[in-house]
């Protein structure tokens, strides 16, 4: 593998997915692949769970990790092609991947959306220009409008706690106080639908996501509908794709709880993190019995040290 | 060893220093110890000594270490049981403990006291949630009312410099311009107060500690009298426990100098550092025979290193 | 080696040039010597290729690398000897540099000038403060007038690459919209006076460097005459060293281009990096052939091995 960047980077998803499980049974047993490579961890924007998850998932395979927070360590990165550069920008993304490259065997690169300007963000070209220029393999640590390892991880756990050979999992829509982008719920969404699973996406109306993403899936604006005999909820908000990245007012009524898990086959919570508590899902879900999402956070670290092997075969 | 976090979770103080010396003359002998296991060091405040010794530690232990400057590098936990997360927080410390305990084997927490509330900071609330959620050992790189790696390596540095079986050390209040915590004086009060040793307390009417730890200490407002005799001096300052958080008036004549000095029996002259200069301590002492605060700081690797080979031994 | 903070630390270049293509051949022979030594890099400033080049490189020999921000995870340092420091400063340099020479065998630091104060820049004087005082060797990762790694680096580049025994090389100044340090230049000039080649300097008027530093170099205001017959045309743009830290008005014609680039004998354009694209350097120089800006960047981690390697030796 040499670009993880979206479920189209993988030929068999549910073959990757036995393998982050195998993974988990053996961490260490591939420590020989990463001897003397080095992992490098761009982020452009905050990170938890990415962060150390991922560099866990290197240190596993015996690799070297250099994490730079650009945005704080380094400086403000230019990316439009032919810009002159007498700003606020201190260095290209032609100039800064290529040299990165140099530097480490993979690359792994955080960058948010701005949500300001769609084409912009969905062209994702700051993703393209670190695949283009750094001259090494490339994994998404979330871009403007995906967030693969997160979506593999998520596969990961539905396969592993699933009690049916083709689970019903919902992607419900929950409420936040800030715009987010859609970048968990398109990646989740795109996974899905190329899973084993009946799959279904509920949201408000208004918070129709791209359906470039959504291809297969069942598309409701009831929720207690959709929730019915589900056997996974994946709760997550967004932002509207149109209009882009605005919150829409209303809708406070669609945080999951107690009462509305009941409609549910009994089934497992799951979150990517960090979730507003009650707001997004109240405490008695988080607390409670059916929630899985600190082990599903813990299942970040197969899904990175599956995709960082891939990558390390192919070095 | 599960959890240090003060000095009731030590079982016998004099054993953990001596092995902490130990460590120092062979610092590389328990690589086996540490293989393929991960430490996590959080920090919610700036460290510069904590940081880098206990990284030097786990690193001499054979560990990996992943540092994560929560504050800079992700984001703002909410601490408040109940709350509705609808403001400036974006992760409860519930979720992000207990994913950063599925990354790491080992959690070190920094977390400094806000100096507003006393009950607030003295129920050590972020510290105990972490213990409570992470799930793996929890060493303390200071909390709001305790700095045990700094007392432990205080211990190591009098036992390992003592001319006397049962030498006289006096913690002595310096001025300061800003409030200070009373992490630093609490724990080494309490350990020295467990310790083979003559212990006395000298500071300025007013800035009483919490009698909880300073149990067992000769209490004095007459430093010239404190002095005396001693065999170490312990200087630090810290703000008041009544009225909480504040500095008072006046005692700029506490800062420790060489005509100080001379009423003891030239005792060596400790701080745990950062100090400041000709404010707490006198160029003088700092650049004279008697200060050992450099020696003193290098002993923190050795005692974070004897914390965390005793928590490797009960993984 | 003890110390590397200029080429006046270096008894032979060209053989430590030779060294670092050595290593770039064979970049894991030596890993024994860094085994269980650490190296601990200080960054007051910013830093991309200097921060990830250096770690690649003491990954390679084998050590442990400690990365402290100073400037955000911990606090600011005082440099001025006597003072009394009840302000900003947190911890005196004299503390701070002999505590960090406890925890590691190697010490990286980098310190940018203030530009406010020629004699206090050219004094050195944290750089200084730090050498005296941390006990261990000390390598600078840029001081306020220096840059050796980069002038190695820049060495070996032209070692590596020239056609002719003796090639011409060209230290071009180039407009931008920053007061930006000596440092590179300086350092670049120095290096280049002691090397087998033929050295000129060309800038407009106004922007003389130090003489301590171009002693041997031919220096032009005339830009075209430097180029002609260049092999290698380093670009860099500098700020006055009298008025001191000014930028003058006008030169944007100095910003080399194509057209310009024929006057020369075919060179490799070279550039520490960051680069101000269509500023410093035209698209159409950066993106050609003649651009050896990514791989005179990649030859950092070799010339900093070579350092590393050496300081080893002497441990």
Not at 118 to 138: L, M
């Amino acid at each position: 593998m040499k670009l993880f960047t979206s479920v189209h980077d993988v030929s068999d998803i549910n073959a990757l997915a036995a393998e982050a499980l195998q993974l988990k049974q053996n961490p260490f047993a591939h420590q020989h692949l990463g001897k003397s490579k080095t992992l490098g961890l761009v982020f452009l924007n905050p990170s938890l769970r990415t962060r150390m998850s991922t560099q866990k998932a290197a240190l596993n395979l015996g690799m070297n990790v250099m994490v730079l927070n650009i945005d704080k360590e380094g400086w403000a990165l230019e990316l439009q092609d032919g810009a002159i550069m007498n700003g606020g920008t201190v260095e290209h993304v032609r100039e800064a991947a290529a040299v990165m490259g140099q530097y480490v065997d993979i690359i792994g690169v955080r960058s948010f959306p701005g949500l300001k300007d769609r084409e912009e963000d969905y062209s994702e070209a700051i993703f393209n220009k670190f695949v283009q220029y750094c001259g090494v393999p490339v994994v998404s640590l979330e871009s403007a409008t995906r967030h693969p390892l997160q979506s593999l991880a998520d596969l990961v756990t539905i396969q592993e706690l699933k009690k049916t050979a083709r689970p019903k999992v919902v992607l419900a829509w929950a409420p936040h106080i800030k715009a987010l982008p859609q970048a968990v719920p398109n990646s989740f969404a795109e996974w899905m639908c190329k899973a084993d699973i009946d799959f279904t996406i509920a949201h408000p109306a208004g918070y129709e996501l791209n359906t470039d993403f959504t291809d297969g899936a069942t598309i409701t604006n009831d929720l207690n509908e959709a929730l019915s005999g589900a056997d996974f909820i994946y709760v997550k908000n967004w932002s509207a794709y149109e209009p882009y990245g605005k919150v829409l007012p209303g809708n406070e009524d669609w945080m999951l709880n107690n009462e509305k898990l009941k409609l549910s086959n009994n089934a497992k919570v799951m979150h990517c993190l960090p979730v507003r508590r009650n707001l997004e899902l109240s405490d008695e879900i988080l607390d409670g019995p059916n929630s899985v999402v600190v082990h599903e956070a813990g299942n970040r670290v197969w899904a990175a040290q599956a995709v960082l092997k891939q990558m390390l075969e192919t070095l």
